[in-house]
């Protein structure tokens, strides 16, 4: 399982502040459930999640370069 680092959490978290999203509209926006945008967010530890969820995380932060 690929591991989220705590600077893609960081630059996550960036990209929420940008958009002025909050967490259902973040996992609107990169495809992933509530839950699953609010455990990502949540705390600067590295992380392991699915595929799916890396994907999307990856390019939700270089689409907001």
């Known amino acids: 399982?690929?591991?989220l680092t705590s600077?893609?959490?960081?630059?996550?978290r960036r990209v929420q502040a940008d958009k002025?999203?909050?967490k259902k509209d973040l996992a609107k926006y990169i495809g992933v459930s509530e839950?699953?945008?609010k455990s990502i967010t949540k705390?600067?530890?590295?992380?392991?999640?699915?595929?799916?969820?890396?994907?999307a995380v990856v390019s939700a932060i270089a689409e907001n370069c």
């Open 43 to 55: 705390d600067n530890e590295p992380q392991n999640v699915k595929n799916k969820v890396f994907n």
């Open 35 to 37: 839950s699953t945008a």
């Open 20 to 22: 002025l999203l909050n």
């Open 1 to 3: 399982m690929p591991l």
């Open 7 to 12: 600077e893609m959490k960081k630059a996550l």
